[in-house]
């Protein structure tokens, strides 16, 4: 088994790929993920790394990081830019992992509210990223976080009501030819 070890040479490539993926544009995406099914199916192609929150205490604490990104993002004064440089990524990143745990999470162990104190990220998101300078690999993360809002929205009817239009306003970021499908629970 030695010898198929990774040579410099293989990881240079793969350094060279992932620098490419990252310059992609949008038009190169192209969605994989059932957004339309229902109920709504457990996709392969997803791997959860969350199995849910035993209380609304662990659920507030996911939370957590994600509201204090927004909350710095909403102070800052710089220029729109440097915001979407320093905050998208972070807060694209934890509102994932917050609606993957919720998704994951019975309807009761979430409190009335829980399971939307993360739509104000979902907002900023839509603000801080326009159509035309979003990447194909933003565009997967994107596809992600709506795969994971979807089966959050079937599982607890508080979401489902109060995140309608700030789904709508995350596929409008996507180009239209790319944008996937979204079929609302």
Known sequence: M???KESVAQLKRCKA????RKEMTASAFVPSLDLVSMPPKTDVGVVPTSAGCGSPAELKALA??????WSKL?????????QRQKYFQPLLEATTKFYEALAATSCRAVKPGGASQCNHNLRMLSRLCDGASITST???QLEKLLYY??????KHAELRIK???????????????????FGYP
């Open 17 to 20: 790929i992932s620098d490419w």
């Open 2 to 4: 030695g010898a198929f």
């Open 138 to 140: 933003k565009c997967a």
């Open 64 to 69: 957590k990081f994600g509201i204090q990104t």
């Open 149 to 154: 809002v979807r089966l959050a929205m079937h």
């Open 163 to 181: 995140a309608i239009k700030l789904v709508y306003d995350l596929l409008k970021l996507f180009p239209p030819s790319k944008r996937p499908d």
């Open 74 to 82: 909403r102070v800052d004064t710089s220029s729109q830019d440097e």
